[in-house]
């Protein structure tokens, strides 16, 4: 099955700096990779993904970038916030038959903005 | 809103008792999952459904059981609990067509 692995696990930034978290993953035939952020105490929340026939995808202060010949993506926050400090976790799947996706996670990233 | 809701929110058993965590949702999806959350091991797949005749295995099914009433609800239930059940647990739902997860807000459970 799919392995994700995910780089680092902790993460802290001096507030408006960038910061950038790694994922790499082992199923060639995987084509969807969300990126999620979970707050302290609440729930993950999806804030950007990318398919496999894009390199990279913006939003605002936030960036994802895809190489699918060496299997790795990375997420890319510019101009840090403090509201930016949360666990984010990678996935990776591929389209199950009749829709839907089975998402393999990463171990997550804690991320802190310090003032 | 459409919300997932998950209940109990909490819970705190005992070493072979059985827990049921319900999960009912109002986004009109078809597909349910259960993942659970344990420190340092991000979140992991437990059972899935594309709909109420389907249930699927995932990653670390062994221990657990799930039951899909109707559209809207996905149960999932720990005939024996163990200690190391102990986690937070999330149902999340998905439609087919796109690829994000819905989640609801989580299921402590504790078992001493």
């Known amino acids: 099955g799919e392995n994700v692995e995910q780089h680092p696990s902790t993460l802290s930034v001096q507030e408006g700096d960038s910061a950038v978290i790694k994922c790499t993953y082992s199923d060639s035939a995987s084509n969807y990779f969300p990126w999620y952020k979970q707050e302290l105490g609440k729930r993950p929340q999806l804030i950007i993904d990318i398919r496999s026939n894009v390199g990279e995808k913006k939003d605002q202060r936030i960036a994802v970038t895809l190489n699918k010949t060496a299997k790795h993506f990375s997420l890319h926050i510019t101009e840090t916030q403090p509201e930016d400090s949360a666990v984010y976790f990678c996935?990776?799947?591929?389209?199950?038959?009749?829709?839907?996706?089975?998402?393999?996670f990463g171990t997550g990233t804690q991320l802190k903005v310090e003032l | 809103d459409a919300d997932v809701t998950q209940t109990p929110r909490n819970r705190i058993t005992k070493t072979g008792k059985r827990i049921m965590l319900e999960c009912s949702q109002t986004?009109?999806?078809?597909?349910m999952y259960w993942y659970r959350q344990d420190p340092g091991l991000g979140l992991r797949l437990i059972y899935y459904s594309f709909d109420v005749k389907d249930i699927n295995k995932g990653e670390i099914s062994d221990g657990y059981s799930v039951s899909r009433q109707a559209q809207a609800k996905f149960s999932l239930s720990l005939e024996s609990a163990i200690p190391n059940q102990t986690a937070l647990y999330f149902c999340a739902t998905s439609d087919p067509t796109a690829g994000e997860l819905f989640f609801g807000e989580g299921s402590r459970l504790t078992v001493l």
């Open positions: 986004k009109g999806h078809d597909r």
């Open positions: 996935a990776a799947s591929k389209r199950l038959t009749g829709g839907g996706n089975k998402l393999t």
